[in-house]
């Protein structure tokens, strides 16, 4: 029985654990394919991390993760490099493709596939430029942040609001 209260990935050797990857599912679409995978790191002493990794346009991401006993915040952002060789054969990726725009990742860095999106008032300029630009188009404006700034639909709405209170976008509804 584990006694630990989290897994600590960060203290552990990659010969400590084995990691195993195998297909879940696949969705085919007109351009390509949408592919699922079961990963598993899995320790001797009992410890291990399940997840479910999804490739898609070459772009790899980590939908659901379990962990017994549960994974810090630290051993979270750890688990990339522990999974990323074998979930790469897998999927029969390059370690490294699927981080655009990038050359070489250096060690230790963080890993994104697109950079960081800007602070303050420049990002809610960019925020305000993606979102006029998508009405034109006739897209969903919010969409189109989710996907220039690669955050959740909760968090480019904030930055909807943020470009809105700095007066770069038209108020939401006209004041009586």
Do not use: K
Request: charged share 25%.
């Amino acid at each position: 029985m584990l006694e630990a209260s989290f897994v600590n990935l960060s203290d552990r050797c990659p010969e400590d654990g084995a990691v195993s990857v195998w297909p879940a599912w696949e969705v085919q679409e007109r351009d390509g394919a949408t592919s699922w995978f079961h990963v598993r790191l899995a320790f001797a002493d009992g410890a291990r991390v399940d997840a479910l990794a999804v490739v898609s346009d070459q772009c790899v991401s980590v939908e659901d993760v379990r962990a017994q006993p549960a994974l810090s915040l630290d051993d979270l952002t750890v688990l990339a490099d522990w999974i990323e060789g074998p979930l790469f054969e897998a999927c029969g990726l390059e370690p490294g493709s699927v981080y655009e725009g990038e050359g070489e990742v250096e060690s230790g860095g963080a890993r994104r596939a697109r950079p960081p999106w800007p602070r303050g008032i420049e990002g809610r300029w960019l925020v305000a430029q993606e979102y006029r630009a998508a009405q034109e188009e006739g897209v969903d404006p919010v969409l189109a942040v989710m996907c220039a700034t690669g955050h959740s639909r909760r968090r480019s709405l904030r930055l909807i609001s943020q470009a809105r209170d700095a007066g770069y976008l038209t108020p939401r509804h006209a004041r009586r």
